[in-house]
């Protein structure tokens, strides 16, 4: 890898920990979040927004954007804290998180600048997303359609209509992406729902996968680098993650999913993140 790739990753790494440190920030003003899979999804969306995107933030219309759905609407936390390092509003804004005027609530809010779809209700983005990429199709246009689900999420069939829609269309300019956590609301998936073989169920269903380390920078970037991974097919990232990354005491447990974050659980939550350098 070449010094100036490195020098790509280190700032990469560094607006990830600047975006779990305002995860934490946007919850703290709100008094709650869901903190779990807003913290899994940081690095995946660091690089999406600061590496692969093609994105106007002071043009938020643009019509040859690419288009990001966050499916996984309770991770809004994430998505409303990249959109503002990104540039679309503030930093500041996210002292207000849950606040009346902000339009940053617990779920995406398509009024607000950045955000392309309202979600929330889960198991909808990817439908959504099969239109986006097949509208680029149909106007000519060459912008890239990027979904980011959760695993407990693809436990809605609508997904799968999705996914068997996608691939029968052909869609090399849609990508799924799974923040493969292991851990939904309640219990670790594999408890309630099992998905596994999960690669194997994506493949079955027509589309071109790759799984990765959803926390290394460098394979996050290889795999966005590589997109598509076949021609005419969709493509999938499987991103193994960790529910509450960052965080000692929020990994790896639903009772992170959502939770309190008091001003001593925030000061002990940014003191293990430390400070980006
Ligand atoms: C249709 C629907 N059913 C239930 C919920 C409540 N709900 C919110 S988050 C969640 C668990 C999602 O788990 P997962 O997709 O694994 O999310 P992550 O671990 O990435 O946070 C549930 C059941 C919802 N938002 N929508």
Do not use: C
Request: proline share 4%; hydrophobic share 45%; no cysteine.
């Amino acid at each position: 890898m070449s010094s100036n790739s490195e020098a790509i990753l280190t700032q990469l790494r560094s607006e990830a920990l600047r975006l779990r440190r305002n995860i934490w920030r946007a919850f703290h003003a709100a008094g709650s979040g869901h903190v779990g899979g807003s913290s899994s999804a940081a690095d995946l969306l660091a690089a999406l927004y600061f590496h692969y995107l093609k994105q106007r933030p002071e043009q938020p219309e643009w019509p040859d954007r690419d288009r990001f759905v966050l499916s996984k609407g309770h991770a809004n936390g994430a998505l409303a804290a990249v959109l503002a390092q990104a540039g679309y509003f503030p930093e500041s804004l996210l002292d207000d998180f849950y606040g009346y005027e902000t339009l940053m609530g617990m779920h995406p809010d398509i009024k607000l600048a950045g955000v392309e779809m309202s979600t929330g209700g889960l198991g909808h983005g990817l439908s959504v997303g099969v239109g986006m990429a097949l509208g680029a199709r149909m106007q000519k246009r060459g912008f890239r359609t990027i979904v980011m689900l959760g695993d407990g999420e693809l436990q809605e069939g609508s997904n799968w209509e999705a996914a068997m829609a996608a691939a029968h269309l052909g869609l090399s300019n849609l990508t799924a992406i799974v923040d493969f956590n292991k851990v939904q609301q309640s219990n670790h998936v594999q408890e309630l729902l099992g998905l596994e073989p999960l690669a194997d169920k994506w493949r079955a269903f027509g589309w071109s996968v790759r799984e990765l380390d959803g926390h290394d920078m460098a394979d996050i970037v290889a795999a966005l680098d590589a997109l598509p991974y076949a021609p005419e097919m969709p493509s999938l990232m499987l991103a193994h993650t960790v529910k509450g990354k960052g965080v000692s005491f929020a990994e790896d447990t639903y009772l992170w999913h959502q939770n309190m974050v008091d001003d001593e659980t925030y000061q002990k939550a940014l003191a293990e993140l430390g400070e980006p350098a």
